[in-house]
């Protein structure tokens, strides 16, 4: 059996690595449960933070460190999503990335999917999601991943985890996206497209 790869994903913003706390705590913990591991993988002694602009630091590990590398960090425009049901499994933060690419190629027609495990809302592709009540922002119970930002938005209060199903969108009306690059971004314009052709617009 080959030895899965993991990776973290850390913005450095002119030099500074942002919440490199919470990357360290997922790092050690993966590797706890993957590889048994009882010694810490320092982040902070691999990374040579670019001292301008905004970049994507990944860092990929198994039992051990592998490398890292430095990528000019350009976001990418949400407007379109899809609700597509999928059974796949993302527990851990895997370089091996090739089921979810597969789900999201398969609908060329929006910017993103958003995956419906067993009748309940998870995550996109690429972010965990929250959605506004008109009092608290809410945000998956049983995320596909369980993203830094959502980690740290749940430690402060500012989210609170939901079962959230498909049928209940439409109570919603804010939509956000989160993860190490964008931080907490709610959508504005924004059209969630569900298979059977209903439409949510936020």
Avoid at 76 to 89: A, D, E, M, N, Y
Wanted: glycine share 4%.
């Amino acid at each position: 059996m080959q030895t899965p790869v993991l990776f973290e994903t850390i913005k450095i913003d002119n030099g500074k690595i942002n919440y490199l706390d919470y990357h360290q705590k997922r790092c050690t913990k993966s590797r706890q449960a993957l590889f048994q591991s009882t010694d810490i993988l320092d982040l902070s002694s691999i990374i040579v933070a670019p001292k301008m602009g905004i970049w994507r630091c990944r860092i990929y590990y198994a039992k051990s460190f592998i490398s890292v590398e430095y990528i000019p960090y350009t976001p990418k425009k949400i407007q379109r999503l899809k609700i597509v049901p999928s059974s796949l499994t993302y527990d851990y933060k895997y370089a091996n990335r090739e089921a979810l690419n597969a789900l999201l190629l398969s609908h060329p027609d929006v910017d993103d999917v958003l995956i419906e495990k067993e009748g309940v809302i998870s995550d996109t592709s690429i972010a965990n999601i929250a959605f506004y009540d008109g009092e608290q922002w809410v945000t998956p119970k049983h995320p596909l991943l369980e993203g830094t930002t959502r980690a740290r938005l749940l430690e402060t209060g500012f989210l609170q985890t939901k079962i959230i199903k498909k049928e209940s969108l439409s109570l919603y009306t804010q939509v956000a996206l989160m993860n190490s690059m964008i931080g907490f971004l709610p959508l504005k314009h924004i059209t969630m497209i569900d298979t059977q052709g209903e439409n949510y617009d936020y």
